[in-house]
């Protein structure tokens, strides 16, 4: 029996390692037909050609041979274990600053810092002579002449120090990430492709801080909120962008740090992966990929209109569901309202009423956000169809999936009937964040590895194969 078992090993391996090898040559084929490869020499073009026809031990040939004639690297083909948990970690930090900047946006507390000081701005008001000043300062604020003017030092104390810590919290995040990264780039423990990545993350923390600026200036210039025609409050614009710039952070972190360890996994369990690998290449698992896709484009777009809803208060309206007032959905008139419209042709009046407009961003929210149960539904309704392909840690959170956009599209509506209390509001916010998640790590699950990982696997098997 144990002959047995050894034979039927090396047959899985060999058949493992005949399918990552034919993947790598295939991605040689189709590299060598770009004109920009027309230098690489001709045993490798003849050697990519043979594999996509011959059997496993050409094409074991070629994929060394590729490795030959590949440029070599100072950088690594994988990334230190290290940076996968820091990218891990800080996309936690992100989490709780999404939620957090909800919480301040709720409490009315964004537009309490009117100064924007990057560096010297992490020191808190000490002394009462400092919190008077800083009160000072907010008192000529459109908010407080128009809104809070019954407010006193005290009142003043919580609603900065929502804001400032909201933005400590940036600050902390930003320090957290970036000197790590550079310190990982310096010494070379990254691969050149993750390098690349991780600079971007940062670039994108540091626009971000820019951008929450430009957010909060647009509640306190008073020329800008005549021109939108607005009481003291942040543009909704300015918001989504605040909003999906602090999202595209997050998902990049998950994404960078899911691969780095996900390569790490490779290394470790190569007979393991193997199978995997054989599931998500197959053809009839495209179209689940492309569904998956589609759905995490769905919830993105989902999420940002939620934006919109928050910057308008247009949840504060139309407090039943799934009856909007007494219709499903208001008139035509009140959807597309003219006073919406700034020019005189009223060229303006379509987009200006689905961005500006309360009753309309709250009827897109509700249609977008049916769609993305519905969707998510669907999918896995499909996916029984080909389960045996799926990979596991795939279905895994296609089904957690499923049981969060069933209690987000709950918050969703216990927030709306409520009016909006701040408890559930944070709770719908951060739910969709969680279910982008899910979606995410769904979508990454069905990535193929790098072709620099199918080559050290394809190594890995080799020397299994051999051993047995």
């Given at each position: 029996?144990?002959?047995?078992?050894?034979?039927?090993t090396?047959?899985g391996?060999?058949?493992?390692?005949?399918?990552i090898?034919?993947?790598?040559s295939?991605?040689?084929?189709?590299?060598?037909?770009?004109?920009?490869?027309k230098?690489?020499?001709?045993?490798?073009?003849?050697?990519?050609?043979?594999?996509?026809?011959?059997?496993?031990?050409?094409?074991?040939?070629?994929?060394?041979?590729?490795?030959?004639?590949?440029?070599?690297?100072?950088?690594?083909?994988?990334?230190?274990?290290?940076v996968?948990?820091?990218?891990?970690?800080?996309?936690?930090?992100?989490?709780?600053?999404?939620?957090?900047?909800?919480?301040?946006?709720?409490?009315?507390?964004?537009?309490?810092?009117?100064?924007?000081?990057p560096?010297?701005?992490?020191i808190?008001?000490?002394?009462?002579?400092?919190?008077?000043?800083?009160?000072?300062?907010?008192?000529?604020?459109p908010?407080?002449?128009?809104?809070?003017?019954?407010?006193?030092?005290?009142?003043?104390?919580?609603?900065?120090?929502?804001?400032?810590?909201?933005?400590?919290?940036?600050?902390?995040?930003?320090?957290?990430?970036?000197?790590?990264?550079?310190?990982?780039?310096?010494?070379?423990?990254v691969?050149?492709?993750t390098?690349g990545?991780?600079?971007?993350?940062?670039?994108l923390i540091?626009?971000?801080?820019?951008?929450?600026?430009?957010?909060?200036?647009?509640?306190?210039?008073t020329?800008?909120?005549?021109?939108?025609?607005?009481?003291?409050?942040?543009?909704?614009y300015?918001?989504?962008?605040?909003?999906?710039?602090?999202?595209?952070?997050?998902?990049?972190?998950?994404?960078?740090?899911?691969?780095?360890?996900?390569?790490?996994?490779?290394?470790?369990?190569?007979?393991?992966?193997?199978?995997?690998?054989?599931?998500?290449?197959?053809?009839?698992?495209?179209?689940?990929?492309?569904?998956?896709?589609?759905l995490l484009?769905?919830?993105?777009?989902?999420?940002?209109?939620?934006?919109?809803?928050?910057?308008?208060?247009a949840?504060?309206?139309?407090?039943t569901?799934?009856?909007?007032?007494?219709?499903?959905?208001?008139?035509?008139?009140?959807?597309?309202?003219?006073?919406?419209?700034?020019?005189?042709?009223?060229?303006?009046?379509?987009?200006?009423?689905?961005?500006?407009?309360?009753?309309?961003?709250?009827?897109?929210?509700?249609?977008?956000?049916?769609?993305?149960?519905?969707?998510?539904f669907?999918?896995?309704?499909?996916?029984?169809?080909?389960?045996t392909?799926?990979?596991?840690?795939?279905?895994?959170?296609?089904?957690?999936s499923?049981?969060?956009?069933?209690?987000?599209?709950?918050?969703?509506?216990?927030?709306?009937?409520?009016?909006?209390?701040?408890?559930?509001?944070?709770?719908?916010?951060?739910?969709?964040?969680?279910?982008?998640?899910?979606?995410?790590?769904?979508?990454?699950?069905?990535?193929k590895?790098?072709?620099?990982?199918?080559?050290?696997?394809q190594?890995?098997?080799?020397q299994?194969?051999?051993?047995?």
């Amino acid at each position: 029996m144990a002959g047995v078992r050894s034979v039927q090993t090396a047959a899985g391996i060999s058949a493992s390692r005949a399918a990552i090898n034919h993947s790598v040559s295939k991605s040689i084929w189709k590299k060598t037909s770009n004109p920009m490869f027309k230098t690489i020499p001709s045993r490798f073009f003849s050697a990519a050609v043979r594999t996509s026809n011959a059997a496993a031990k050409s094409a074991t040939e070629a994929t060394i041979n590729a490795a030959k004639v590949a440029p070599k690297s100072n950088w690594p083909a994988n990334s230190n274990k290290a940076v996968g948990y820091l990218c891990i970690g800080s996309s936690i930090l992100v989490f709780a600053i999404v939620v957090l900047g909800g919480l301040t946006r709720l409490t009315e507390s964004g537009l309490s810092i009117t100064e924007w000081k990057p560096v010297t701005g992490s020191i808190p008001p000490l002394t009462e002579e400092d919190w008077l000043e800083e009160f000072e300062k907010y008192k000529e604020s459109p908010e407080f002449k128009q809104l809070n003017s019954h407010m006193d030092v005290e009142d003043f104390k919580f609603i900065y120090s929502m804001e400032w810590s909201h933005r400590l919290l940036g600050r902390i995040i930003g320090t957290v990430f970036v000197l790590p990264t550079l310190y990982f780039i310096a010494r070379k423990q990254v691969s050149l492709k993750t390098a690349g990545k991780l600079l971007g993350i940062c670039g994108l923390i540091g626009v971000q801080g820019a951008i929450g600026w430009w957010m909060v200036y647009s509640g306190i210039d008073t020329e800008l909120l005549e021109e939108r025609r607005s009481k003291p409050t942040v543009s909704q614009y300015r918001l989504a962008t605040h909003l999906g710039a602090a999202f595209i952070v997050y998902c990049a972190m998950i994404s960078t740090g899911f691969s780095v360890l996900r390569n790490q996994w490779i290394m470790k369990n190569p007979q393991e992966y193997a199978k995997y690998f054989q599931q998500i290449q197959s053809k009839s698992l495209s179209k689940f990929k492309f569904l998956s896709k589609g759905l995490l484009g769905l919830i993105f777009v989902t999420a940002m209109s939620g934006a919109f809803v928050a910057g308008l208060d247009a949840g504060l309206i139309y407090n039943t569901f799934p009856h909007m007032g007494d219709d499903w959905v208001p008139s035509a008139n009140e959807l597309f309202d003219p006073v919406y419209s700034r020019v005189k042709d009223q060229s303006d009046l379509w987009w200006r009423n689905m961005l500006e407009n309360q009753a309309t961003v709250q009827l897109q929210h509700r249609i977008l956000a049916t769609t993305s149960a519905l969707s998510v539904f669907a999918i896995h309704m499909y996916s029984h169809k080909i389960k045996t392909i799926i990979p596991r840690h795939a279905y895994k959170w296609l089904n957690i999936s499923m049981g969060i956009v069933s209690l987000q599209y709950a918050l969703g509506i216990c927030t709306l009937i409520y009016l909006v209390p701040t408890d559930l509001a944070a709770a719908h916010q951060a739910g969709a964040l969680t279910l982008l998640t899910c979606v995410l790590l769904l979508v990454n699950n069905l990535k193929k590895p790098s072709r620099a990982n199918l080559m050290i696997l394809q190594k890995h098997l080799q020397q299994a194969a051999t051993k047995k």
